[in-house]
């Protein structure tokens, strides 16, 4: 599948170079709208004054195995284009390819035909959008499933998706997600050597999986994976509790944490990540619109004045 006239890539979010104007550019998740028509959705969000969408491949939104797949890319494509929103494309659908088991099949599976298919879907459609990255994970292990077994299955699946992002020009954002196989920065990067470090697999980090699980402060994680970070997806979080939260119904202090992402020099999209807000979408995301862009003022603020 490709479409008729692909947008041009994204420029490298981890090169390094500063972001437009100094500032982060900040998105908003599709699956945070999950009760809106994507076109409706995309709408909302460039209305809102988001530069960005972090885009979940779905029933309703760019379902890649649904017919005329290339002509809704391509109408998207220009929708995002219209819009001047930059997109990263994510594949965490709970319910897209199996009706009745979340996230199922893995690259953990017995069988993880499909969802190596999907992958490679996601990779074109990324590819054809333009997208800054195409993200995705390891999954939890199957109860049935030695250990040492659904490693070797997640090395393996990992191989062809990055193969498959090389053939395509795509950056791959893994992301290390609570519970699953691979769950925190150290997994990531014992899985980015097994794989001899790709060039195209990068991380994808959510800012409050930080909070949740990683031992170093939620910056000090920002700075960590500075020279592989290629997504970024935020909201907040407890300690332990692997639960998206609002913007300061959480225990994360923000400002530090979007200081650090200026420093490291990071241009990619900051995609606020509220999954199970879709009841309220447009009132929740212009209150994470807002929350963000005065932590942003508020750590640039401080960035002027701490000493060099």
């Known amino acids: 599948m490709t479409a008729p006239q692909p947008r041009p890539a994204a420029p490298d979010p981890a090169s390094g170079a500063p972001s437009p104007a100094g500032g982060l550019r900040f998105g908003y998740g599709t699956n945070g709208f999950a009760n809106h028509r994507l076109d409706d959705a995309l709408a909302v969000i460039a209305e809102l004054g988001y530069a960005g969408v972090a885009l979940t491949l779905d029933h309703d939104h760019l379902d890649p195995f649904a017919p005329g797949l290339a002509g809704r890319v391509a109408a998207v494509a ?61 999954g939890v292990r199957p109860e049935p499933v030695p250990p040492a077994v659904a490693w070797d299955r997640l090395v393996a699946g990992c191989a062809t998706v990055v193969d498959a992002a090389d053939m395509a020009g795509v950056t791959l954002g893994f992301e290390p997600e609570p519970g699953m196989l691979v769950e925190d920065i150290a997994g990531w990067r014992r899985l980015h050597d097994a794989l001899g470090a790709p060039a195209r697999l990068g991380i ?13 402060p939620v910056a000090d994680c920002v700075r960590q994976v500075a020279g592989h970070l290629v997504n970024v997806q935020i909201d907040d979080m407890r300690r332990g509790v692997h639960e998206h939260l609002e913007f300061g119904t959480g225990e994360i202090d923000f400002p530090p944490v979007l200081r650090a992402l200026r420093a490291v020099g990071y241009r990619g999209l ?14 929740v995301a212009a209150r994470s619109l807002d929350f963000l862009r005065a932590a942003d003022a508020v750590s640039a603020e401080d960035g002027i004045a701490a000493p060099h």
Request: contains cysteine; proline residues 7%; glycine residues 6%.
């Open 204 to 216: 994808t980090l959510d800012i409050g999986h930080c909070r949740c699980l990683e031992p170093w």
């Open 78 to 138: 220009r929708r995002l284009d219209a819009l001047g929103l930059g997109v990263v494309v994510e594949t965490g659908a709970r319910y897209l390819l199996d009706p009745w088991h979340k996230h199922a099949p893995t690259l953990l599976h017995d069988d993880p035909a499909r969802r190596i298919e999907f992958l490679r879907r996601a990779v074109r459609v990324g590819a054809d959008l333009g997208a800054e990255a195409v993200s995705f994970w390891a």
């Open 270 to 283: 900051v995609a606020v990540e509220l999954p199970r807000h879709s009841h309220a979408a447009p009132a």
